[in-house]
């Protein structure tokens, strides 16, 4: 994964796309999450608050401050790669984010649903905007945080 090259056309894209979602964000989050469950229905079970629940999923009080929260570190992380030439989660979070999706039991099938339900947001989010070489860019920058998040997945000492 080390030594792909997020460029400066691809920086530009992340970050016009971005501009533009920034102010919807809470409701992309959750038609972002909502994707996800709607592909694969079986991911629920890996959120506790969703486990047991019968509320609606769009009616869950706890999935939309989730979602957005989710949906703007994955935009903000994007934004920031080039810059930084890295993942820029803060460690702490990034070390706690590897320990929650180890302890969960999040697989590989998971992050290529949630790379999936990402574009599908994005796309629809900024149809106008959306282009095979935006794809690519936000496709790399997922796969940037992914490989960071999953070098932190390990029982937590």
Not at 36 to 48: D, G, R
Request: charged share 30%.
């Amino acid at each position: 994964m080390e030594g792909k090259v997020f460029t400066e056309e691809q920086e530009a894209l992340v970050a016009k796309s971005w501009g533009v979602m920034k102010k919807n964000s809470a409701e992309l989050g959750l038609k972002f999450f909502l994707k996800i469950f709607e592909i694969a229905p079986s991911a629920q079970k890996l959120f506790s608050f969703l486990k047991d629940s019968d509320i609606p999923l769009e009616k869950n009080p706890k999935l939309k401050p989730h979602a957005m929260s989710v949906f703007v570190m994955t935009c903000e992380s994007a934004v920031q790669l080039r810059k930084s030439g890295k993942v820029t989660v803060r460690e702490s979070t990034l070390k706690r984010l590897g320990g929650v999706h180890f302890k969960s039991g999040v697989v590989d099938e998971h992050y290529e649903v949630t790379k999936f339900a990402l574009l599908e947001t994005i796309k629809e989010a900024v149809p106008e905007m959306w282009s095979p070489e935006m794809k690519n860019a936000w496709g790399e920058a997922y796969d940037q945080l992914v490989a960071a998040i999953k070098a932190e997945m390990k029982p937590s000492p």
